[in-house]
């Protein structure tokens, strides 16, 4: 009898009063989304939940404590993956139901392979993930003065989570060129053209005043990402022009005029920022200002002693255009 009773209580769980060749335990386990539909849901980081239920025999009674063991089984480099768990299961009362859960992280989405082990049980589960992806969509930009705005839509097909936005060559809404945006469950009015089982979606607004600004969106909590960068090439082009008066350089300390002339697609450009610079230095009156109506803005520079030739630039934001001015011949 003693004997028995030690059978009944070792290791992880003891059986009492179920024939040995019974001592099954038929766990349930469940791995599908809560949504119905077949594919895991990617969150931040890729995880999901595997649960654990171990009924309570029709014949003798369970006891004791358990544990479960979850594997995600396909090889992978992410580091960002768990891809092993091993967790308690909870009994229900006095020698009741087990049940229990645990997660594991898939970063990188698409196929793989689980198992789930009790006390020697093994299922073996084929799963598949949504893939973490995001597109970045360019809505009509509009232009006031030198500053061009441009409506963003950020699409993903995770379930949930956020995009860490980087600008170079303008701003974001709140005069950052960094911003971390939480995904929702609002489509944009432009929607992509990305698919997926499931959808998020977030907008910004781009504010720039160059020829070409460059986009980034990362999905927060995808390791080793290797997401495109996103451009937005060629968006309705700033333009500057120089003409000088008198049109070759004056003798030194003489005074000439630039005028800087703003357009976009051909079209005058009032309200444009201008600064001019020169190489070398010399004095400048005024240095800044701003495209009048007829999209121009004058300087007058004062020609420095010992030189022959000048180099004026006008810049507006990033863009930058410059002549060389070189007295008569």
Excluded at 85 to 92: C, N, Y
Excluded at 223 to 250: C, H, I
Aim: net charge negative.
């Amino acid at each position: 009898m003693r004997a028995l009773m030690k059978v009944c209580l070792a290791g992880l769980l003891a059986l009492s009063c179920v024939p040995e060749e019974r001592r099954t335990l038929s766990p349930e386990v469940n791995i599908r989304a809560s949504d119905g539909l077949q594919t895991l849901p990617w969150v931040p980081g890729g995880k999901f939940t595997v649960k654990v239920s171990v009924p309570k025999p029709e014949n003798g009674q369970l006891c004791g404590p358990l544990n479960a063991r979850a594997d995600i089984t396909t090889p992978t480099l992410d580091t960002g993956a768990v891809v092993t768990s091993t967790f308690a299961l909870k009994q229900e009362g006095n020698c009741g139901a087990y049940a229990g859960l645990t997660e594991l992280a898939w970063p990188t989405g698409g196929h793989f392979q689980a198992r789930v082990s009790v006390v020697g049980e093994e299922q073996v589960f084929d799963l598949h993930m949504d893939e973490p992806k995001v597109e970045l969509v360019r809505g009509n930009p509009t232009r006031k003065g030198g500053q061009l705005t441009v409506p963003l839509c950020i699409v993903s097909s995770a379930a949930r989570g956020a995009v860490n936005l980087t600008v170079e060559g303008g701003t974001l809404d709140d005069g950052q060129t960094a911003r971390r945006i939480n995904l929702g469950t609002i489509p944009c009015d432009d929607q992509g053209v990305l698919e997926g089982p499931r959808k998020s979606w977030a907008s910004a607004v781009l504010f720039t005043m160059a020829e070409r600004a460059i986009m980034r969106a990362d999905l927060e909590g995808r390791a080793n990402d290797v997401l495109p960068v996103e451009l937005l090439p060629d968006l309705e082009s700033l333009e500057l022009d120089l003409t000088f008066q008198p049109s070759t350089l004056p003798p030194p300390g003489s005074v000439f005029a630039v005028t800087v002339t703003a357009t976009v697609a051909g079209g005058i450009a009032d309200g444009v920022p201008v600064r001019i610079e020169t190489t070398p230095e010399a004095e400048i009156l005024p240095v800044n200002g701003v495209t009048d109506e007829q999209g121009t803005f004058t300087a007058y520079i004062t020609v420095p002693e010992g030189i022959v030739s000048m180099r004026i630039d006008a810049t507006s934001g990033a863009l930058r255009r410059g002549k060389t001015l070189a007295d008569s011949p």
